[in-house]
């Protein structure tokens, strides 16, 4: 994972963890130097301030953040800097204890899957993606913090396949779901659609008069659609439902017939000429077609209360004062 979507990572999904973490102990006997024990594990500030800083400049460079936005008051007395400093203390604290139960389960991360992450994760990029080597040469971010924060991730993320390959959800569980949530399994009415986009009205009326004559959608897309890509895609959008496109689109298209062709449609985007390919009444998805799916959602569901429950057993003390 680069720095970038490692830093989005944290600020999404591990957030939701914190409160978890919170729930710990603070400040109980923590030794010099140490700012959270989890079980008989420390965690140093060495280590912690390390990961901060990283975050931070992450922070700058992709967000634009200035010390002013980072320490302005956010409401109760906290800036955006004292919850980045929580968050990545439990960040730590959550990676130890995931650590934990690798180990408990016998999971490692030999060295050439660690050279391999490593080479994919930041050799390659600090060949090919210059602002990336810029980012870490000028905040001399060195090669052994760079693999360490590999090797944590590449942890985590064999833990979590472990759990889920082992994790069987029966077909009684999944048709439960299905059951109690009618709404995720309904599709309504649906289209599928192509269009050139022009700028000019009688721009669409010449697209039209062409189409009408029998010349070929996908070519006159490449020839004269605004659209990026039309050339590629000859214009196809594939099935929408409604609420997707805008609003005078939408009424269009699905007033159309199957193989009509649309008089101009104005829309802040210029004007369309739309095609509908084939249509799709309303409906429902099978069990049969969203138990596999199903499975895979209560899998992330167990996962995340197995989690929750790991982090309730440990003994976490941590610092309460960053």
Not at 103 to 115: K, M, P, Q, R, S
Not at 284 to 310: M, N, P, R, W
Request: aromatic fraction near 8%; glycine fraction near 6%; charged fraction near 30%.
């Amino acid at each position: 994972m680069n720095i970038k979507n490692k830093f989005i990572a944290l600020i999404i999904g591990v957030l939701t963890m914190t409160m978890l973490v919170t729930a710990c102990s603070t400040n109980g006997g923590l030794s010099e130097g140490v700012v959270a024990v989890v079980n008989d594990t420390e965690i140093s500030e060495e280590e912690y301030d390390k990961l901060l800083n990283y975050y931070l400049t992450i922070a700058r460079d992709a967000y634009n953040l200035s010390d002013e936005m980072l320490n302005k008051d956010q409401g109760e007395g906290m800036t955006l800097l004292d919850n980045l400093k929580s968050d990545v203390l439990d960040t730590l604290i959550l990676t130890e204890i995931i650590a934990e139960k690798a180990a408990e389960n016998n999971i490692t991360v030999d060295e050439a899957e660690l050279e391999e992450a490593y080479k994919q994760n930041h050799s390659v990029p600090m060949e090919e993606d210059e602002d990336y080597k810029e980012l870490i040469e000028k905040n001399e971010i060195d090669d052994e913090f760079i693999k360490s924060q590999i090797k944590s991730d590449l942890l985590g993320y064999k833990y979590t396949q472990f759990y889920l390959e082992n994790l069987e959800i029966s077909d009684e569980a999944a048709q439960a779901f299905y059951d109690d949530n009618p709404d995720m399994f309904a599709q309504g009415e649906q289209v599928s659609a192509k269009h050139i986009l022009v700028d000019e009205e009688e721009t669409a009326k010449e697209v039209i008069e062409k189409l009408e004559a029998g010349e070929d959608f996908a070519t006159l897309a490449g020839e004269y659609s605004t659209e990026p890509n039309a050339d590629q895609s000859g214009g196809d959008l594939g099935y929408f439902g409604k609420g997707r496109m805008v609003k005078e689109f939408e009424e269009a298209a699905f007033a159309l017939e199957i193989g009509e062709i649309s008089d101009p449609v104005k829309t802040d985007y210029g004007y369309h000429v739309i095609v509908v390919k084939d249509k799709k009444e309303e409906a429902t998805t099978s069990f049969e077609e969203a138990k596999d799916v199903i499975k895979d959602h209560l899998k992330q569901q167990d996962y995340q209360t197995h989690i929750t429950t790991v982090m309730e057993e440990a003994d976490i003390v941590k610092k309460e004062d960053l």
